[in-house]
T-cell receptor
Framework: ETGVTQSPTHLIKTRGQQVTLRCSSQ?????VSWYQQALGQGPQFIFQ???????GRGNFPPRFSGLQFPNYSSELNVNALELDDSALYLC????????????FGEGSRLTVL | GIQVEQSPPDLILQEGANSTLRCNFS?????LQWFHQNPWGQLINLFY???GTKQNGRLSATTVATERYSLLYISSSQTTDSGVYFC??????????FGKGNQVVVIP
C-alpha cells in the first residue's frame, strides 16, 4: 500500500511569485485535504477536494487554489506569494469526504523571501 | 470554530518516566486523532479514537466525548518519543482542527 507522497519537499520563492505543490493520495483514498503549518503552530485547514471539486475551505484567500485529478492526486497553487506564506504545507488523504481517518504526507516546506 | 487546547505545552521527561498529555475541545466532534510529528515534519498517526480507550505498545489514549477531552499516555518513555504531539478533532466534512501541540523532550 502506497502512502501519501508530496513534492517538492523544499522550495524557495520570492515575494509575488507563484508556486504549485503536488500530492498523491494513499491507495484507495478519494479525498485530499491541504493544511498549512506555520512555525510553532498546529496545522490549519486550507481546503478539501472530492470528486475533482472543492468540498470545503478554511479561512484562506482566493489566491490559494487547488485541483484534483481523476486519479485523486491533487495540486495546491498559491499566487502572489507573501512572506507569511512561508510554512510547511501538508497534504492528507482519506477514504471518504465525510468520515474516516486522515493520513498525511511528509509535507512541502516553502520559504518566501 | 472549534477550539482545541493541549496541555502542557512543553514537557521534559527523564527516560523511563510516564506522562499524560491532555486535549480539551470546545464542541461535539465526529472523531479525534492523535499524531506525533517527526523532526522532518511528517505527522505520524497514533490513534483514531472517538471514544473509549485504545492501546498501542507503550502508548494509550482515552477519549471522553461527553466531557470533551482526550488523554494520551506515554509509559516508560524513550528518547525516540521526543517530538511534538498533536491532538486534532474531526468535524464537518472530515476536516481537522488541531491544537498547538505538546512539545515533549525525553532526556537519557
Amino acid at each position: 500500500e502506497t502512502g501519501v507522497t508530496q513534492s517538492p519537499t523544499h522550495l524557495i520563492k520570492t515575494r509575488g511569485q507563484q508556486v504549485t505543490l503536488r500530492c498523491s493520495s494513499q491507495s484507495g483514498h478519494n479525498t485530499v485535504s491541504w493544511y498549512q503549518q506555520a512555525l510553532g503552530q498546529g496545522p490549519q485547514f486550507i481546503f478539501q477536494y472530492y470528486r475533482e471539486e472543492e468540498n470545503g475551505r478554511g479561512n484562506f484567500p482566493p489566491r490559494f487554489s487547488g485541483l484534483q485529478f481523476p486519479n485523486y492526486s491533487s495540486e495546491l497553487n498559491v499566487n502572489a506569494l507573501e512572506l507569511d506564506d512561508s510554512a510547511l504545507y501538508l497534504c492528507a488523504s482519506s477514504f471518504s469526504h465525510s468520515s474516516g481517518e486522515l493520513f498525511f504526507g511528509e509535507g512541502s516546506r516553502l520559504t518566501v523571501l | 470554530g472549534i477550539q482545541v487546547e493541549q496541555s502542557p505545552p512543553d514537557l521534559i521527561l527523564q527516560e523511563g518516566a510516564n506522562s499524560t498529555l491532555r486535549c480539551n475541545f470546545s464542541d461535539s466532534v465526529n472523531n479525534l486523532q492523535w499524531f506525533h510529528q517527526n523532526p522532518w515534519g511528517q505527522l505520524i498517526n497514533l490513534f483514531y479514537i472517538p471514544s473509549g480507550t485504545k492501546q498501542n505498545g507503550r502508548l494509550s489514549a482515552t477519549t471522553v466525548a461527553t466531557e470533551r477531552y482526550s488523554l494520551l499516555y506515554i509509559s516508560s518513555s524513550q528518547t525516540t518519543d521526543s517530538g511534538v504531539y498533536f491532538c486534532a478533532v474531526l468535524y464537518g466534512n472530515n476536516r481537522l482542527a488541531f491544537g498547538k501541540g505538546n512539545q515533549v523532550v525525553v532526556i537519557p
